[in-house]
């Protein structure tokens, strides 16, 4: 009797991380989705404006809080408008498997250089 316990504690204790990643990362993906729909509905609502004239394009960039990015690019028949947002993460175990890793891709880009360039010096 007492080992059956012993060795159900062991196998909860086991599986526990396991299970509150799972639980976190649900809870983080959907959060994001809402996140994403939210951002969503806000921009075509001031798209909409934008187009039919109601608001400027300086209304339009001021229209959002200063925690998004708004970068417009215009071309000769189109208007480029990216938005951005960052995310903070619940679970720091979602956040290193869904992030990017800037450093990671810092260091890739100089040895990428540094590989060209002493590719250059030998020719």
């Known amino acids: 009797m007492r080992n059956k316990k012993g060795q159900a504690l062991v196998e909860f204790i086991l599986i526990l991380p396991i299970v509150l990643i799972l639980i976190f990362t649900t809870v983080d993906i959907f959060n994001l989705i809402l996140k994403k729909n939210d951002l969503e509905t806000e921009v075509s609502d001031q798209i909409n ?3 039919s004239n109601k608001i400027s394009l300086d209304a339009f960039k001021n229209s ?3 925690d998004y990015e708004i ?6 028949e189109y208007l480029n408008i ?5 995310y903070s ?3 720091p ?3 290193l498997l869904l992030e990017d890793n800037k450093e990671e891709k810092e260091s890739k880009e100089n040895q990428e250089k540094d ?3 002493n590719i250059k ?3």
């Open 49 to 51: 404006l934008l187009t």
């Open 64 to 66: 959002f809080n200063k």
């Open 71 to 76: 970068i417009i690019q215009e071309d000769k």
């Open 82 to 86: 990216n938005i951005t947002k960052n």
């Open 89 to 91: 993460w619940i679970s």
């Open 93 to 95: 175990i979602t956040k």
């Open 115 to 117: 590989d060209n360039k």
């Open 121 to 123: 010096e030998d020719e």
